[in-house]
């Protein structure tokens, strides 16, 4: 049979899979995350949203002897598939040959991507919010290379603060130089660094994920080097005081400081390639960092009367201080961008979020998702994905069409791209 896998050395720990996996077959310690096969129905929901490819591997094993969950946790690697042809299994009253081909053809066929008929709409899985291809004109990206094994050391060149210096949100604009090895982005995409240390058990931290927030040709244009966006993490989901160990650390780092740097990861939540391309984009917080990635590639190519799409930007924070990169976006032409800001805990105003804006706005948002030019980008904190969608809904529905039809629709043609946290 293949078994579902992990591979160590690729994942980086940043629990997608495991908040993907709707039969609970994925659980992880504080070394890996693994899969069980007696739970595993190769359902494949869990491939698409994963940023590295890590989760899509399949070994070959015995029908009766998968790796075990114990096994798994501790591997450093994948180990060598099981040499034993179909005709032993057959001999081992395991399984017949002709099962063990039918069962090596499906394991390849999900290592292949094809899909079974349980499928959504043109072959695109029906589970998750987002597409899991990439819009249709979208550059080939670079993925993957640099792993665990052999990471890249980047020079720290910037670190700046983006909110107001009184205000409890602390998010860094940090710029990372390559110097002469090789480190080809796009924008969407996404790296992981290392944080220095260990954790409890002894072990070496994992490998941090953060997501771009400069274009392809960097940060300073035509320079090896790129940008994150990092907010200084002190508590836990409970409120706790416990401080982010690679928040803190990216965040303290000075001038020409190193980092060490794995990637780049991400081949679908990219941006449309083409100049009559339209984006909506929709953010909280340091989900704004692909958004400030493809804004700023449309900028630099409209000065070059390259770009001629329509940019419409949703972006939430608690307050205007809190909000990063406040001063470089109002600067930004009107004719350029739409911006539509909407702050949750500013003084002497009624809270509003990014779903409200899209309500108000649904007119605009409705004829502009009719145009299949359009591309709609969400990337924030997990809890805005649900009340996004209801709005986005809402907007469809003022146009007189069907949601789910529509949903469908921007999926298959990868039109819609979900990145929450």
């Known amino acids: 049979m293949k078994q579902h896998l992990i591979d160590p050395e690729v994942c980086i720990r940043c629990n997608t899979c495991e908040e993907t996996c709707p039969i609970d077959a994925i659980t992880h310690d504080s070394n890996n995350y693994v899969v069980d096969a007696a739970i595993c129905n190769h359902c494949m929901a869990c491939v698409p949203p994963c940023p590295t490819g890590a989760i899509d591997n399949w070994l070959s094993v015995l029908a009766g002897s998968p790796h075990t969950l114990e096994e798994q946790l501790n591997w450093e690697v994948l180990p060598p598939p099981q040499e034993e042809s179909g005709a032993q299994l057959e001999a081992d009253g395991s399984v017949s040959a002709a099962a063990a081909a039918r069962a090596a053809a499906a394991g390849a066929a999900a290592a292949a991507g094809i899909l079974s008929e349980d499928s959504g709409l043109d072959g695109v899985p029906s589970t998750g919010a987002g597409s899991s291809v990439p819009p249709w004109s979208a550059a080939q990206p670079q993925v993957n290379l640099y792993t665990h094994k052999n990471p890249v050391t980047a020079t720290v060149v910037g670190n700046y603060r983006v909110t107001d210096e009184d205000t409890e949100s602390d998010i860094r604009h940090i710029v990372l130089d390559f110097g002469a090895a090789p480190f080809p982005v796009l924008e969407g995409q996404s790296i992981a660094i290392f944080p220095p240390g260990t954790d409890s058990s002894g072990r070496a931290f994992h490998a941090r994920q953060y997501s771009i927030a400069s274009p392809r040709d960097g940060e300073r244009p035509r320079y090896n080097n790129l940008s994150l966006t990092v907010k200084r993490v002190m508590t836990d989901s409970a409120g706790n005081v416990v401080p982010g160990v690679c928040s803190n650390y990216l965040c303290d780092l000075k001038k020409n400081d190193t980092v060490q740097v794995i990637g780049p990861f991400g081949s679908t939540f990219l ?41 419409m930007l949703f972006f939430g924070a608690r307050t205007q201080r809190e ?21 949750s805990r500013e003084p002497s105003q009624p809270k509003r979020y990014v779903q409200d804006l899209i309500r108000e706005r649904a007119v605009d948002v409705a004829r502009l998702l009719d145009n299949e030019n359009t591309c709609v980008f969400i990337c924030g904190l997990k809890g805005m994905e649900e009340g996004v969608l209801h709005a986005l809904d809402a907007a469809i529905g003022l146009a007189g069409q069907e949601w789910p039809e529509v949903h469908a629709k921007l999926k298959a043609q990868g039109r819609l791209h979900v990145e929450t946290y």
Request: charged letters at 20%.
């Open 271 to 311: 941006m449309p390639n083409h100049p009559e391309a339209n984006l909506i984009m929709i953010c909280t917080g340091t989900g704004s960092a692909p958004m400030r990635a493809m804004t700023e590639r449309c900028r630099r190519q409209l000065k070059e009367k390259a770009f001629n799409g329509r940019l």
């Open 323 to 343: 909000l990063p990169y406040f001063g470089p976006l109002m600067n930004l032409p009107a004719d350029f961008i739409d911006i539509n800001l909407a702050l």
